[in-house]
T-cell receptor, first 110, second 115 residues
Framework: GEDVEQSLFLSVREGDSSVINCTYT??????LYWYKQEPGAGLQLLTY?????DMKQDQRLTVLLNKKDKHLSLRIADTQTGDSAIYFC??????????FGRGTSLIVHP | GAVVSQHPSWVICKSGTSVKIECRSL??????MFWYRQFPKQSLMLMAT?????????EQGVEKDKFLINHASLTLSTLTVTSAHPEDSSFYIC???????????FGPGTRLTVL
C-alpha cells in the first residue's frame, strides 16, 4: 500500500464540522503536515504537528495525532464554502523529503 | 509568511520547443528547492530536489536531460522542459525550504500545455 493514505472525497454541509483522516506507515515520522490546494493553485500550508504532540489547535482547525495507530486527522469547525479544496496530508522523517497522500477533495454544500 | 512565486502561471507551447519555468523565494533564502508534477486528481509526484550551487537530484524515472533544473542562487530555481511533447502537459509546482526549517512552502504552480 501507499505510505500515506487518505480517502479521496468528503462532502459536508455548510456550518457542520469536517474531519479529514490520514494514515501513514512510517512510525519514525517526525513531522506531519496538512496542506490545502484550491483549484488551479499551489499548496498552502495549513498547519503541522510534531510527532511528540497529540493535538494542535489553530482557530477553526484542530489536528489530532494518534502515533500508536499512525493516524492523523484534521477537523475544520463551522465549515464554509471557501473551505472547499483538496487537502493533502504529508509526513516527513528528519531531514528527508515529505511524502504526500493523494489528497481528499472536500466539498461543502449549502 | 514565506512566499514562493512561479512564472509563468500558465504556458502553451508547440511540440518540440523548450519551456522554462521559474521558481522564486521572495522573502527567504531557499537552500533547497523541490520540483513536483501533478496529474489531474492525483497527488504530487516529486521530480527532483535541488540544493543551491549543486546539481539536482532526480527521482527514479525522471529524465534529467529532459527536465533541466538549475538552482543558481538562494532565491531562484528554474525548470526547463526540453523538446516538450503533449505528454509533458501537466501542472508543475515548486516548493522551497530554508536550511534547517521544518516546512517547505509551495509556489502557485505552472500549467503547461503542449500542443
Amino acid at each position: 500500500g501507499e505510505d500515506v493514505e487518505q480517502s479521496l472525497f468528503l462532502s459536508v454541509r455548510e456550518g457542520d464540522s469536517s474531519v479529514i483522516n490520514c494514515t501513514y506507515t512510517d512510525s519514525s515520522s517526525t513531522y506531519l503536515y496538512w496542506y490545502k490546494q484550491e483549484p488551479g493553485a499551489g499548496l498552502q500550508l495549513l498547519t503541522y504537528i510534531f510527532s511528540n504532540m497529540d493535538m494542535k489547535q489553530d482557530q477553526r482547525l484542530t489536528v489530532l495525532l494518534n502515533k500508536k495507530d499512525k493516524h492523523l486527522s484534521l477537523r475544520i469547525a463551522d465549515t464554509q464554502t471557501g473551505d472547499s479544496a483538496i487537502y493533502f496530508c504529508a509526513e516527513r522523517k528528519g531531514s528527508y523529503i515529505p511524502t504526500f497522500g493523494r489528497g481528499t477533495s472536500l466539498i461543502v454544500h449549502p | 509568511g514565506a512566499v514562493v512565486s512561479q512564472h509563468p502561471s500558465w504556458v502553451i507551447c508547440k511540440s518540440g520547443t523548450s519551456v522554462k519555468i521559474e521558481c522564486r523565494s521572495l522573502d527567504f533564502q531557499a537552500t533547497t528547492m523541490f520540483w513536483y508534477r501533478q496529474f489531474p486528481k492525483q497527488s504530487l509526484m516529486l521530480m527532483a530536489t535541488s540544493n543551491e550551487g549543486s546539481k539536482a537530484t532526480y527521482e527514479q524515472g525522471v529524465e534529467k536531460d529532459k527536465f533541466l533544473i538549475n538552482h543558481a542562487s538562494l532565491t531562484l530555481s528554474t525548470l526547463t522542459v526540453t523538446s516538450a511533447h503533449p505528454e509533458d502537459s501537466s501542472f508543475y509546482i515548486c516548493s522551497a525550504r530554508n536550511r534547517g526549517a521544518d516546512t517547505q512552502y509551495f509556489g502557485p504552480g505552472t500549467r503547461l500545455t503542449v500542443l
